[in-house]
């Protein structure tokens, strides 16, 4: 008698904690991306533009693969808005931070060439 209670327990239980475990990482998540500061700093006094991207990255590469490894939970569909919507977050996040970077890279090298053309 206890053994069947026991079993129907366990039903319940585990996949509970599958989504508790969901729900804690997207929480999670959230807080990463609530506190991230995007390390930017004076460029010759005049323009700043970003400093350090490590920490970025390896947050975007950290929370990349747990939202990909949630998605492929059994779980998925009770969570799928939350994570969808974090992966085309996070996608966004890397493609914005690239492109910045990149017109960061053009304008420093762009600047210098026009500045030598001005003392000319």
């Not at 700093?41 to 947050?59: M, W």
């Amino acid at each position: 008698m206890l053994g069947s209670y026991a079993i129907s327990l366990v039903l319940f239980i585990v996949p509970a904690n599958k989504e508790l475990a969901i729900e804690t990482s997207l929480a999670e998540i959230r807080k990463v991306w609530a506190d991230m500061k995007i390390d930017f700093g004076p460029y010759k006094t005049v323009y700043y533009k970003i400093r350090s991207t490590e920490e970025l990255f390896q947050a975007l590469e950290d929370q990349s693969v747990n939202v990909s490894s949630m998605k492929s939970s059994p779980y998925y569909p009770a969570f799928s808005t939350d994570l969808d919507q974090w992966e085309k977050t996070l996608a966004l996040i890397s493609e914005i931070i690239d492109l910045q970077l990149g017109v960061q890279r053009q304008w420093m090298y762009l600047e210098s060439i026009f500045m030598a053309s001005e003392g000319a």
